[in-house]
């Protein structure tokens, strides 16, 4: 092909079995279609000789074209040559840890409550001013199976609060607490940005719009939208076509590691460097447990100077989540990396383990399990990402149709993760750690109910039921630990799950965004029972001998303090079995399982600045 673009520079003439029928093409059009023909891409224009005019289809292949060639670092070329690698490695099933000895790497392992957890909590609110969040949600969910997007479903369904709520009203109280700190105050408005796709775009917006943005001024947020990469129809990386448009190349996502090149793109890092931040927080759609992990995390990250710190989980051997690991060449390389479950028991064989995943002394794996939520230094990130732009190392997963493996079940395509970020750091940078209990830091929804009632015993089920019930679980464990007698749990099964249903606490992040802040709140000897609810909305709403056997619902505006105690009696919210199967139950329930039957409560509304003393 180069041949016959090299006789002359008439690319039309040049090439005329390929190209008849040619619509009127602009410079930048003939610059591309001479790329496809380079790379390779010929193929692309076999039919365009067909009679018919096309025109329209013609020139908007070209706009596709331009955008999966603007949008990829490098260009198409380059992602069409990091392709044939790729799929050359992977048919010769070459191992991408070749090479590389693990080992357990070094981070800070935190107990809920004690001194160094409410220590670290101190520093990151401290911190929070000079941080901002990027949300990735540009994720389809397809194994969750939801009709709506993700960040709009509930966390919970005793107050109803959507996950996207859940994560602005938390960094709004992050921003006030940090803000607090600083004598006569500060105007930092902590910047958000929400990572979306074609898939979710629209209606992450209009979520934001409808709801003014649930708190936050809107040019606080901004939304930055992916795009989705080309696939590939064999080991030479031809590209493929739309199976319903043969004028357009089918794509598919590209996965969330994107978010680094959209972010350097943007400008946005140097905004924020320029305005004094000093740390970016990455965090996924659907934890509802995120930020109770979050301010320890920080403080974490600036004690010890990490340039990345990755929050974790202890992890049971062979649970499916990767494992946080260092990984030393014999050319001398290092990495501290999250090294995907299925990876890790073959390397760890491979190298001298002879049990491969197996579990320590502590009952865990010695490898902190990932939970993808990253805590990375601004100015290291700025540093890094100027080399790279954003790159991050993909991947490529094809489905062989058999061993040969020179044709695919279906068309694959490059894919990258966040978490890979640290995979091309020099050694000389500060990666670490933090490992928070799953119950505090780690309940997200990804699982339908079928999927998730298929989770072996004892692993985590990852569904909506375990997502909300695991917030009654950690909001019942911190008040205990202040000294609240909450009732144990009652086990029931929703959805084929077997999960402990605590009582049904809940309260907003102004109240408590850390430890102390509950501690101060909290007084006197108060209980709650397993049947009971209780929905705190309110900064200044205090706990003093409180005793809870029923239903307690308490609003009250900034400016009102309220005291809250005696006996509160009354039949309580119950939660109610729902079938998953039954049509006529909203779907947000039904993925759950349950649903809560609002049968009696006390609920009070405090409207007005003020003191005020509620004591049935
Ligand atoms: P998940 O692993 O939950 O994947 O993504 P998913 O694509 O959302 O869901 P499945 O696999 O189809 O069931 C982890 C996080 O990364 C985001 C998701 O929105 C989620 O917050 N993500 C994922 C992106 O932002 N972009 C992508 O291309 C993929």
């Known amino acids: 092909m180069a041949s016959v673009l090299d006789m002359n520079g008439d690319f039309a003439s040049s090439a005329p079995n390929l190209l008849k029928n040619l619509p009127q093409l602009s410079p930048d059009q003939v610059e591309l279609a001479k790329l496809l023909l380079e790379v390779g891409q010929s193929h692309l224009f076999q039919h365009w000789a067909e009679p018919g005019v096309h025109d329209d289809e013609k020139r908007a292949f070209f706009d596709q074209v331009a955008r999966l060639n603007a949008n990829y670092p490098g260009g198409l070329a380059s992602y069409i040559k990091t392709a044939r690698e790729l799929l050359a490695d992977s048919k010769a099933g070459k191992n991408p840890f070749d090479g590389f000895t693990p080992s357990v790497p070094s981070g800070e392992i935190l107990t809920f409550g004690d001194d160094h957890f409410v220590q670290f909590e101190e520093t990151g609110v401290r911190e929070a001013r000079n941080a901002a969040f990027v949300l990735v949600a540009g994720g389809l969910g397809e194994r969750l199976g939801y009709n709506g997007i993700k960040v709009a479903l509930p966390s919970e369904s005793t107050t109803g609060t959507g996950f996207l709520q859940q994560y602005i009203e938390s960094i709004l109280a992050l921003q006030d607490a940090s803000c607090g700190q600083v004598q006569g105050g500060c105007q930092t408005q902590i910047p958000l940005v929400i990572m979306t796709s074609d898939d979710t775009h629209l209606r992450i917006l209009e979520l934001l719009e409808s709801n003014a943005y649930f708190g936050m001024k809107s040019t606080q947020v901004k939304l930055l939208k992916q795009e989705k990469v080309a696939c590939l129809d064999d080991n030479d990386a031809r590209l493929a076509m739309d199976p319903h448009n043969k004028y357009r190349i089918q794509t598919k996502p590209h996965g969330h590691g994107d978010v680094h090149s959209l972010l350097y793109s943007s400008g946005l890092l140097n905004v924020w460097r320029d305005a004094g931040l000093r740390w970016v927080l990455f965090f996924q759609d659907t934890n509802g447990l995120l930020f109770k992990a979050i301010p320890a995390a920080l ?49 760890l064989r491979a190298t001298g383990y002879a049990d491969g995943d197996a579990n320590c002394e502590t009952g865990f794996s010695p490898f902190p399990g990932n939970i993808n939520q990253l805590i990375l230094e601004l100015g290291p990130y700025i540093e890094e990402l100027t080399k790279t732009r954003g790159a991050i190392k993909e991947f490529v997963n094809p489905k062989y149709k058999d061993s040969s493996k020179n044709a695919f079940k279906s068309s694959t395509r490059l894919e990258c993760m966040m978490q890979d970020y640290p995979k091309t750091l020099p050694p000389s940078a500060r990666v670490g750690f933090t490992v928070m209990d799953a119950w505090l830091a780690y309940a997200p929804v990804k699982n339908n109910p079928e999927d998730a009632a298929k989770v072996p015993k004892g692993n985590p089920y990852h569904s909506a039921t375990s997502g909300e019930t695991a917030i009654y679980r950690a909001n019942s464990l911190i008040l205990r630990k202040v000294g609240v007698k909450v009732d144990d749990p009652v086990h029931h099964v929703f959805n084929g799950q077997e999960v402990e249903v605590w009582p049904r606490i809940t309260w907003k992040p102004k109240w408590a965004i850390t430890f102390s802040d509950v501690r101060n709140k909290v007084s006197g000897s108060c209980s709650v029972s397993q049947k009971s609810t209780m929905a705190i909305k309110g900064r200044n709403i205090f706990l003093e001998d409180l005793s809870l056997d029923g239903a307690l619902v308490i609003n009250s505006v900034d400016d009102a303090e309220v005291k809250v105690g005696g006996s509160v009696q009354n039949k309580g919210w119950i939660v109610e079995n729902v079938d998953y199967k039954d049509p006529s139950v909203p779907e947000e329930a039904r993925i759950r399982g349950f649903r809560i039957n609002k049968v009696e409560q006390l609920e009070k509304d405090y409207n007005e600045a003020g003191k005020f003393i509620l004591k049935p």
């Open 299 to 347: 403080g974490v990250s600036a004690t010890k100077q990490y340039h990345v710190n990755s929050l974790a989980v202890p992890r049971k051997a062979k649970e499916a989540i990767g494992g946080i690991t260092r990984l030393t060449h014999s050319d001398g390389r290092t990495m501290v990396i999250n090294v995907e479950y299925n990876q890790l028991d073959p390397l």
